[in-house]
């Protein structure tokens, strides 16, 4: 029989609807009943794309008899952490704080009141490694509860104290400047691994939002070594196993340092993410490889993440069917020499094998490679490559597809939205530029209240329960900014205004210090508040380049001056832990740099020279740089305003920090001027 997640919007929840584990959704009333049976709750936290997620539901949460012991003793809650990330955060936290570590599944034994006492991650079926087994956890928890409460309710009080007195006030006018930025670029320079690129050891994390400061970090200061980290970063991801070499995309993270064996799940976030770095890594070097794979991820996320609606679905799974029944990581895209010959034959085989650095004994599991770029000497027959590519992509589609968590999450169809406009926009693939605005016009139309707050999340056309965090009004602004600046079209700037209005009312305080979660949203044991990176950018770091851009198009100083309070926090921690800020360090390049505000006027929307113009605006690498276009007397932009055509001839003016240069009709006079 369904248990109470069969109505939920999260398919990582529907996938839980069956269990003979008697589920709630967070929500009040399961406290309620918790209070009324005097039990704890156990709360369980994953995500659709995590494997040991999917591992533990299979040992334990199916289990009847584990169950049956479950529901008798405690209240079982499951979270989505991608619907609810505010719940995750307070709680992870909490982990971290007790335990060292964290990571998902997380499971966390909570009083009635949500005060949590007991913490764990994956618990195995039966002891191992050190580990008790999930039952053993479970009978000494519902012991404790039993015979020590007043224990148990000291542990959970002092553990809420611990957390409320972790406040972080960061908020400071001062962003940083160039000591701060030059001490970043030397702290990422330390921890740079120069035999393989990226930062750190293993597992290794594509570093998306460090590679974009290192892009504007040279756009603004000329510094060779932060273009060569960048470039060299992209180029061996780009070669490595992290990478899917025949569909495009690229999957979460890398198990070792080479960038050969991925965590195979494919997240939105990350591919939107690196799609934009590629194409502002190929307009600032021309790189062919940079170009090829920002369209292979661009045409990947429309192909396989694009929902009916027009949004952009969260994440593949790391795990599908083998061909045998079994769920196995990473049998979707992996290829043994046998495999390679019954698709190629012989010949194309060893070709194969030898461009994709298939082996024998294998890269992966039980014989088989997961297919790479390896450099190598000899010239390889471009047609021939591409007919291999072509075959082996097609045998790959018979095979039992990876799951799809089908949600729409706002905040990461936002980044979605900025890097299509954007890729679409610099390679002539209007295509592109139209996804992005069918999302765009999805979120509106879906995710958008009268009062333009934002739903977390959509499926199937159906806007979930939850509300928006700051990462999603700061996202979807950033996305809607530079669809503005691609179209041309006012509209998505008014959109983004009234987004960037709620950060400004309901998420920022009097310090300026920012929180995740607004002043009018459900109360949790502490309000979450994390300005580094991780994953995604922070909603902090989002939001204060969203609200520079927004001041830079606009002229509003409440913005500007909110974005500078915010990047305080930046002149605090990138100099510390660059690698965890990169996207609040790029937001500060942009700041130092003015940003440049670009108008480009002309005598009709489709008029050549004034398309001209507008595409050299677009690829100027300014850190930051807004841009707007239209029709001379249009009042689609505020920049637009008093900007006639200079002898009847369409034309660009560029202004920094209330200074404007002469206006120009020529692009490669526009181009020095962005470039500089």
């Not at 072509?390 to 890097?419: C, F, M, Y």
């Not at 202004?655 to 020095?672: K, Q």
Request: proline share 6%; aromatic share 8%.
């Amino acid at each position: 029989m369904p248990n109470r997640l069969a109505q939920a919007t999260s398919p990582y929840l529907l996938q839980h609807a069956d269990n003979p584990v008697d589920w709630w959704p967070w929500e009040p009333q399961a406290f309620e009943e918790a209070r009324r049976r005097d039990v704890p709750v156990m709360l369980s936290v994953g995500y659709s794309a995590c494997h040991w997620c999917h591992v533990m539901a299979a040992e334990s949460f199916e289990d009847e008899a584990g169950a049956a012991y479950l529901n008798e003793h405690f209240v079982a809650v499951k979270v989505d952490r991608e619907e609810r990330p505010d719940v995750d955060a307070v709680y992870m936290e909490a982990v971290q704080a007790a335990t060292g570590q964290g990571g998902w599944p997380m499971t966390v034994f909570l009083t009635p009141d949500a005060e949590p006492f007991y913490f764990g991650t994956y618990y195995p079926p039966e002891p191992r490694h050190g580990m008790p087994s999930f039952r053993q956890v479970l009978q000494g928890v519902h012991q404790a509860w039993a015979e020590r409460r007043d224990e148990v309710t000291d542990v959970a009080g002092k553990i809420v104290r611990d957390l409320a007195g972790r406040e972080i006030s960061y908020g400071d006018a001062q962003a940083p400047g160039e000591e701060q930025l030059g001490q970043a670029l030397l702290g990422l320079t330390r921890e740079y691994d120069p035999q393989r690129g990226g930062f750190g050891g293993a597992p290794k994390f594509p570093p998306s939002m460090v590679v974009e400061f290192l892009l504007r970090h040279h756009a603004r200061t000329g510094a060779e070594g932060a273009l060569q980290m960048a470039g060299d970063t992209c180029e061996r991801m780009a070669r490595g196993g992290i990478y899917d070499q025949l569909g495009g995309g690229f999957a979460r993270y890398s198990v070792d340092r080479e960038w050969v064996v991925p965590h195979f799940e494919k997240m939105l976030y990350d591919n939107a993410l690196l799609c934009r770095v590629y194409a502002h890594l190929w307009r600032a070097t021309g790189s062919d490889l940079a170009r090829r794979v920002a369209l292979e991820t661009a045409d990947f996320m429309v192909r396989e993440l694009r929902t009916a609606e027009g949004g952009f679905a969260s994440a593949l799974d790391a795990d599908s069917d083998d061909g045998t029944g079994r769920h196995v990581e990473g049998a979707y895209y992996v290829w043994t020499p046998a495999q390679l010959t019954e698709v190629l034959g012989a010949d194309d085989a060893a070709l194969a094998a030898r461009y994709f650095g298939v082996t024998e004994e294998g890269t992966f599991e039980h014989g088989s490679s997961v297919l790479q770029l390896p450099q190598q000497e000899g010239v390889f027959e471009a047609e021939r490559i591409a007919s291999v590519r072509e075959r082996l992509l097609a045998a790959r589609e018979q095979r039992p597809a990876p799951g799809r968590d089908d949600k729409v999450v706002a905040a990461w169809n936002g980044l979605a939205i900025a890097a299509l406009a954007e890729t679409g926009a610099y390679f002539d693939r209007p295509d592109l530029v139209e996804a992005a605005v069918a999302a765009a016009d999805l979120l509106v139309r879906l995710h958008l209240d009268e009062q333009a707050r934002l739903f977390r999340t959509s499926k199937d056309g159906r806007a979930g329960a939850h509300a928006g965090v700051l990462e999603d009004y700061a996202d979807v602004a950033e996305g809607l900014l530079a669809l503005a600046s691609v179209t041309g079209e006012g509209v998505w700037l008014d959109f983004a205004g009234l987004l960037l209005d709620h950060v400004l009312t309901r998420f920022t305080d009097d310090s300026g210090s920012l929180y995740d979660t607004a002043s009018d949203a459900e109360r949790l044991i502490r309000r979450p508040q994390d300005p580094t990176d991780n994953a995604t950018p922070s909603g902090w770091s989002a939001a204060a380049g969203a609200l520079l851009s927004y001041a830079a198009h606009t002229g509003s100083a409440p913005h500007r001056t909110a974005a500078e309070r915010a990047l305080g926090v930046v002149k605090a921690l990138g100099p510390r832990v660059p690698r965890f800020i990169g996207w609040g360090l790029a937001a500060a390049e942009a700041l130092l740099d003015g940003p440049r505000e670009v108008a480009v006027v002309g005598p009709a929307p489709d008029d050549g020279a004034t398309r001209g113009l507008h595409r050299t605006a677009l690829l100027g690498t300014a850190p930051g740089a807004v841009v707007a276009v239209g029709t001379v007397g249009s009042d689609e932009f505020p920049l637009l305003a008093d900007r006639p055509l200079v002898d009847g001839a369409p034309a660009a003016y560029v202004c920094r920090n209330f200074t404007c240069d002469a206006p120009t009709t020529d692009p490669e006079r526009l181009r020095a001027r962005l470039n500089s």
